[in-house]
């Protein structure tokens, strides 16, 4: 009745709990790294139609300068999105192992994978 502290689970298991971040933790770097490498290769597949279609003088000059700043822009703002995603997942990642510290139960690692 007088406890202060709330005893963990008698099943708790702290490895288990960092295994879950650690798995946790590289999903979120793989999906990092895959977005963002897949935006540049958008960006510079477009820069690669636009030189041609430049070269075979069917798109101006003008035209050319203004597709490649308006996709630039572009992956610029998406990139800068998609990090700051990565820096929320950081945060959760922090206090999850502050939840492990408190020897709190992590949810299921499928259900910390796709709550993101």
Same mark, same amino acid.
């Given at each position: 009745?007088?406890?202060?502290?709330?005893?963990?689970?008698? %099943?708790?298991?702290?490895?288990?709990?960092?295994?879950?971040?650690?798995?946790?933790?590289?999903?979120?770097?793989?999906?990092? +790294?895959?977005?963002?490498?897949?935006?540049?290769?958008?960006?510079?597949?477009?820069?690669? %139609?636009?030189?041609?279609?430049?070269?075979?003088?069917? %798109?101006?000059?003008?035209?050319?300068?203004? +597709?490649?700043?308006?996709?630039?822009?572009?992956?610029?703002?998406?990139?800068?999105?998609? #990090? #700051?995603?990565?820096?929320?997942?950081?945060?959760? *990642?922090?206090?999850? *192992?502050?939840?492990?510290?408190?020897?709190?139960? %992590?949810? #299921?690692?499928?259900?910390?994978?796709?709550? #993101?």
């Amino acid at each position: 009745m007088g406890k202060t502290e709330e005893e963990p689970h008698p %099943l708790f298991d702290v490895s288990v709990e960092l295994t879950k971040i650690h798995v946790f933790s590289e999903h979120v770097h793989e999906r990092l +790294a895959t977005s963002i490498s897949n935006i540049y290769a958008f960006f510079v597949g477009f820069l690669v %139609l636009f030189f041609t279609l430049f070269y075979s003088n069917i %798109l101006p000059l003008v035209s050319f300068i203004l +597709a490649v700043l308006v996709f630039l822009a572009g992956t610029i703002y998406e990139s800068l999105h998609i #990090r #700051r995603q990565y820096q929320k997942s950081i945060v959760t *990642i922090s206090q999850l *192992i502050e939840q492990v510290k408190e020897k709190k139960e %992590l949810p #299921r690692l499928q259900d910390l994978i796709h709550q #993101r």
